[in-house]
């Protein structure tokens, strides 16, 4: 099974702007979870998608959005970027019923300038 | 959820088998041990997950004590590859209101 792919890989936005990105889980996982990752906060959790309906949200202000397709793809935006939205950015999927079993993309690092 | 406490750092001649620990005292009966770990740059991997039996894959053996209330990653031949950081979480199996929260893990170095 291929797994989940991320896209772009890279970005470099400027301040004001807006974003998307745009995950593929794997075949057959309906779950999907967003993530940012900081060298200060670690990894955190930005919210979780389960058959088009967002079901758990991390605390981010509303800048952060997200949405997931009938085919489980899901794509998350933020917009008016801030400099410290620069992270990287991942998303994972997870088999139905085993949601800690979480398998991870490459993720998409955004730079914010 | 069940707190766990990993060491911050080990160290493991490559060839020999690392043994990663991870006391998790406050753990409940329906809780499962999970392992990931995360090469630096890249996202986490999953490696694996047991409730209370021991379990081993393709990747790894994860090692629980009879009351629960420690395991053990064993990687039995770890390579220089295998440098990451390996993050040991507890809790139930289904998320819903709940998600996966990443402590700080231990940052294995794998020498030549």
């Known amino acids: 099974k291929a797994g989940v792919t991320q896209t772009p890989r890279y970005l470099i936005k400027t301040r004001g702007q807006q974003v998307t990105l745009s995950c593929s889980p794997i075949?057959?996982?309906?779950?999907v979870s967003w993530y940012q990752q900081t060298p200060g906060q670690g990894l955190q959790f930005l919210f979780e998608y389960f058959s088009e309906t967002q079901r758990n949200k991390g605390n981010f202000p509303g800048r952060f959005s997200g949405r997931q397709f009938s085919n489980s793809r899901s794509e998350m935006n933020v917009s008016t970027l801030e400099l410290g939205d620069s992270a990287l950015y991942l998303c994972a999927s997870s088999p139905d019923g085993r949601e800690y079993e979480q398998y991870f993309g490459p993720g998409t690092r955004l730079t914010v300038t | 959820d069940a707190k766990t406490t990993q060491p911050t750092s080990m160290d493991c001649a490559e060839g020999r088998a690392a043994n990663l620990p991870c006391n998790h005292s406050?753990?409940?009966?329906?809780?499962?041990v999970y392992w990931y770990r995360q090469i630096h740059s890249q996202g986490p991997q999953y490696i694996i997950h047991?409730?209370?039996n021991n379990e081993t894959n393709e990747m790894a053996s994860l090692i629980i004590t009879e009351d629960r209330k420690s395991s053990t990653l064993i990687l039995p031949h770890a390579t220089l590859r295998d440098t990451a950081v390996y993050y040991c979480i507890v809790r139930f199996p289904q998320g819903g209101s709940e998600k996966l929260v990443f402590g700080k893990g231990t940052k294995l170095t794998v020498n030549p």
């Open positions: 047991g409730l209370k």
């Open positions: 406050t753990i409940s009966g329906n809780e499962y």
């Open positions: 075949s057959g996982h309906r779950s």
